[in-house]
């Protein structure tokens, strides 16, 4: 993406004058793909926290709000560790899903394969605009959920912390770090857009089950002691959704 002055500034400086000037990097976008983000340094990670959580970037002291929507999606590198750096905790939690991407099925697969050895490809054209998905932000906030289904989602996060009053014991086994308050607000909001998605116009309790697991996912850091056994985190989400009692359907 080419860069692009997006401002200036005169300075006083021991009686002398410089003019600065602000240059658009990458970040500056609606969408911020970051491919293999586990490769970027702890420096560059750091940068894209504040991104991330204030939706803004500080050079030399200056803030420079990003434009909204403003949203990332990211990939990691399962496979090759080399050269790669942990995200740290907190820049973990900023994202609302962790999905894992398995092998496609075969009819997929030979979809993926056959547009790609094709001819040309046809040209992208744009759906829909930034200010439509703020107007999608906004009405999936407006859909009602019942506040028995805001505590289970509360009572699974809290479920989720090691060594607290009420922990179930395999909890506090095999997990070293639980999920914070993060969790069941993105259990909530994702559950919002679920119920949309498949024509409700209110959240029911097969939505927040269903989003459990990639909102849990990056969240709960399994202790050495499960990682030694071969526990999953996909085994400790499920024992969670099975402990934890849940309202009745809706």
């Known amino acids: 993406m080419p860069a692009d002055i997006t401002g200036t500034e005169i300075l006083q400086t021991d009686g002398a004058t410089r003019r600065l000037e602000f240059v658009r990097g990458p970040i500056f976008t609606n969408l911020l793909l970051a491919d293999e983000i586990n490769r970027t340094p702890p420096k560059t990670q750091a940068a894209l926290l504040e991104a991330m959580q204030e939706h803004q970037v500080t050079a030399a002291g200056h803030r420079h709000p990003l434009e909204e929507p403003f949203f990332v999606l990211a990939t990691q590198n399962p496979i090759e560790m080399e050269g790669t750096y942990p995200l740290p905790e907190a820049q973990l939690d900023r994202f609302i899903f962790n999905v894992v991407m398995d092998y496609l099925p075969e009819d997929d697969e030979v979809q ?12 992208i054209e744009a759906l829909f605009t930034g200010a439509d998905v703020v107007q999608i932000h906004s009405l999936v906030r407006q859909v009602p959920v019942a506040e028995e289904l805001v505590r289970y989602a509360v009572r699974l996060s809290a479920a989720s912390r090691p060594n607290r009053p009420g922990t179930p014991d395999f909890i506090s086994e095999s997990v070293s770090w639980g999920a914070g308050t993060r969790a069941p607000q993105c259990l909530i909001l994702g559950a919002k857009a679920r119920a949309l998605l498949q024509g409700r116009s209110h959240v ?46 809706t």
């Not at 697991?213 to 399994?222: E, T």
Request: aromatic fraction near 4%.
């Open 112 to 123: 993926v394969i056959t547009r790609t050895t094709g001819g040309v490809s046809t040209p």
């Open 204 to 249: 029911a309790l097969d939505d927040i089950r269903a989003l459990a697991l990639p909102v849990f996912r990056h969240r709960l850091l399994l202790n050495y002691r499960a990682e030694a056994e071969g526990v999953r985190i996909e085994s400790v989400v499920q024992r969670l959704l099975d402990t934890v009692p849940a309202p009745a359907r």
